[in-house]
């Protein structure tokens, strides 16, 4: 059974979508992503889709699905990479991904999951979940 790679980064999980996604890859990719949330008590998800030509509406739908679980398990996800014509075709199609926050280029959006990281840290007091 085909699996999309999940790697680990301090508390951040990088997953990095190359091949067109169908049900039950999507459906594997959203179950071994929240277990290793869980696992690796990971704050951030960043999803880089630099590599997909085409995000129809199923795409962004698990995309939003993927970013609304792991609100859930308090992880913040961004979204790497997305080309222009991607973000033409999601406007045309009228999805917001609501909660998912999109970044050009890994380095911004490591900064800003680390802006977030200290942010829930002095919010918290300094405690580290």
């Known amino acids: 059974m085909e699996r999309i790679p999940i790697l680990k980064m301090g508390r951040v ?30 704050h951030g998800v960043l999803i880089d889709i630099s590599s997909l030509e085409i995000v129809d509406s199923f795409m962004g739908r698990m995309i939003a699905n993927i970013a609304g679980m792991a609100r859930v398990l308090d992880a913040e996800t961004v979204v790497v990479g997305m080309r222009p014509a991607v973000a033409i075709t999601l406007v045309e199609l009228g999805m917001t991904l609501s909660g998912v926050k999109t970044a050009l280029n890994m380095d911004t959006a490591m900064a800003m999951l680390m802006a977030s990281f200290a942010d829930k840290e002095h919010f918290n007091g300094g405690s580290q979940g």
């Open 13 to 42: 999980l990088l997953v990095t979508i190359q091949v067109d996604m169908h049900d039950r890859l999507a459906m594997t990719l959203q179950d071994d992503l929240t277990e290793r949330i869980v696992q690796d008590r990971a």
